[in-house]
């Protein structure tokens, strides 16, 4: 017979006072009692193995047959030998008791301070002395429950130093300290491990709460985004059959003319040429008369010849520079001036309803400097913008104005005006970045496509913080607003692109919050550095 089908499946040793529960699964009936105390509190009780569920609680009853049998393995010794799987290998914990080639510990004593077989665990169950002894799960680090420095079993703790010691460390080493049993410290922590792990399910249960709060709203977005390009669709599609349709009126218009127009000129013209033809006709009898030689036969005939009538078209004819269908064209076009001007006026309010969706995911910003280098962004200046007064250096982190102008290449990119930078990097989403000036500089952001001509701050596509040797000024769109706070070498500036917020702050022992701006950005940005005279200058920090 083999003992592995009259083991317990908890204790993993042969059965003792075996029962049987409702499923049909045998145990120990202390095994299979402790395992359901522990239940008692959820007031349903399971199988370990099948996890059949039952209510109420079964009453426990020994299984007789199933006893003899066990006692009968017991006696004949027919226990098969150990198969290679239950020898201990080279990661599993081995058995301090065995000879020779030694067994898998299935379970090890934290006062014995040894790991057993399921052989030689059975004094652990049978004997009263092993009764109160504390069995866990095999472990390879029993010796960590030894003091190193008296050989004795660490059962006490100190507050104190907050470690694990034996009795004899109170009277040296800690002597005077706080200290508590081992036991009873574990029953503190294990508290606060509960409440731990009951803030961490309350934590789970509320964001998963919002992870069903941020499907919703990806599947409203979905829906209203569809919608919204079917509408936006149908609407242009009607807009643009209306200026076909007008398109075409025109044409017609146009061609309907152009046939009146040139039927009523062909006509004149027509008539005109049979009046040509005519008067060529007169012209040759006046030819062939005036070669008469006979003066009697020509003054015979001369009366004979019809009056020349005059024109009836010569005289009403006018010709002079015709404009033709030109003032259509003009008409047209102002049309097309007309429509540009009211797309130019609506279309950025259209773009601001399609970005204006931000109303969930937005995060507070940091409250310290820590807080805000969780967003650090490493900035670099760009050579193609740099006005020719401005030297970079540093890797293109660093910027000073020299009065000698410097070799750069033509670039339609570059400031010809006022000597400012811009970087290399665009940034959007949430972003930090330091910058150390000397004397005076404009610290800015600014979208990529502002006015190489203009300077930062003195238009609506950048928006710059001027500091000097005591003062700060902000400028945007050429208002200018006096900035209070410590002045210090080194600014800090914070974006957070989707919430339209710019931060401007001092930077020394403390970060002092300087000026701050909220609008709505519809474009990547990008920082940029203005030094204001001769020998100023400004570097990036890294950060990361």
């Known amino acids: ?98 000879t020779g080639r030694k067994m898998k510990a299935v379970k090890s004593c934290l006062v014995c301070l040894a790991s057993y077989c399921k052989n030689h665990l059975q004094p652990h169950y049978e004997s009263p002395t092993f009764k109160k002894h504390n069995l866990v799960e095999a472990s390879t680090e029993l010796l960590q429950n030894i003091c190193s420095r008296h050989d004795e079993v660490m059962k006490i703790f100190c507050r104190t130093d907050q470690q694990c010691i034996c009795y004899l460390c109170t009277m040296d080493k800690h002597k005077g300290h706080e200290t508590v049993p081992a036991a009873a410290e574990r029953a503190e ?79 004149v013209q027509e008539k005109l040429e049979q009046e040509i033809t005519e008067l060529k006709r007169k012209d040759a009898e006046l030819e062939q008369l005036s070669h008469t030689e006979d003066h009697i036969q020509f003054l015979l005939n001369y009366p004979s010849l019809p009056a020349l009538s005059e024109s009836t078209h010569s005289s009403s004819i006018n010709i002079r520079p015709l404009r033709h269908f030109e003032d259509v064209t003009a008409a047209v076009s102002e049309l097309r001036d007309i429509m540009q001007d009211v797309l130019r006026a609506t279309w950025r309010n259209i773009s601001l309803k399609v970005t204006d969706l931000g109303v969930l995911l937005s995060e507070p910003e940091p409250k310290n400097r820590t807080g805000f280098l969780k967003y650090s962004q490493e900035i670099t200046l760009d050579p193609n913008t740099a006005h020719r007064e401005l030297l970079l250096s540093e890797g293109n ?88 706070g410590p002045v210090s070498s080194r600014i800090g500036v914070y974006l957070d692109h989707r919430a339209g917020i710019l931060s401007f702050y001092s930077i020394s022992e403390t970060m002092t919050l300087l000026h701050r701006v909220q609008t709505r950005f519809t474009q990547p940005l990008h920082a940029g550095i203005r030094p204001f005279s001769y020998g100023d200058s400004a570097m990036f920090f890294k950060l990361k």
């Not at 393995?73 to 150990?82: E, I, M, R, Y």
């Not at 919002?210 to 807009?239: G, H, P, Y």
């Not at 496509?449 to 609506?460: L, P, Q, S, Y």
Request: net charge negative; with cysteine.
């Open 1 to 98: 017979m083999d003992s592995s089908k009259c083991s317990c499946s908890i204790c993993l040793d042969l059965l003792k006072d075996p029962v049987t529960i409702p499923c049909g699964h045998s145990y120990c009936m202390n095994c299979i009692k402790d395992c359901w105390d522990g239940e008692d509190q959820r007031r349903i009780h399971s199988c370990p193995q099948c996890r059949k569920e039952f209510i109420p609680r079964p009453v426990l009853e020994k299984n007789i047959m199933l006893s003899e049998l066990v006692e009968d393995l017991k006696q004949t010794g027919l226990q098969s030998a150990p198969a290679d799987h239950c020898y201990a290998g080279p990661e599993d914990v081995a058995c301090d008791f065995c």
């Open 189 to 267: 922590k294990q508290k606060e491990l509960q409440e731990s792990r009951q803030q961490i399910h309350q934590r789970i249960q509320d964001q998963e709460k919002d992870v069903k709060l941020l499907q919703q709203e990806v599947e409203a977005i979905n829906v209203s985004a569809d919608k919204a390009v079917e509408d936006s669709e149908k609407i242009f599609t009607d807009l643009i059959r209306l200026l076909q349709e007008r398109s075409s009126n025109v044409k017609q218009q146009i061609r309907s003319q152009q046939e009146t127009e040139v039927s009523r000129v062909k006509d």
């Open 397 to 484: 982190r660093k910027v000073t104005r020299m009065k000698q102008l410097q070799p750069y290449p033509d670039h339609p990119e570059r400031f010809s005006v006022h000597n400012q930078v811009l970087s290399r990097e665009s940034l959007t989403g949430r972003c930090y970045w330091e910058v150390e000036w000397g004397g005076g500089v404009y610290v800015a952001v600014s979208y990529k496509n502002i006015n190489r001509t203009e300077a930062f701050g003195f238009n609506d596509r950048s928006w710059s913080l001027y500091g000097y040797t005591d003062s700060y000024t902000f400028y945007h769109n050429k208002v200018q607003t006096p900035v209070s």
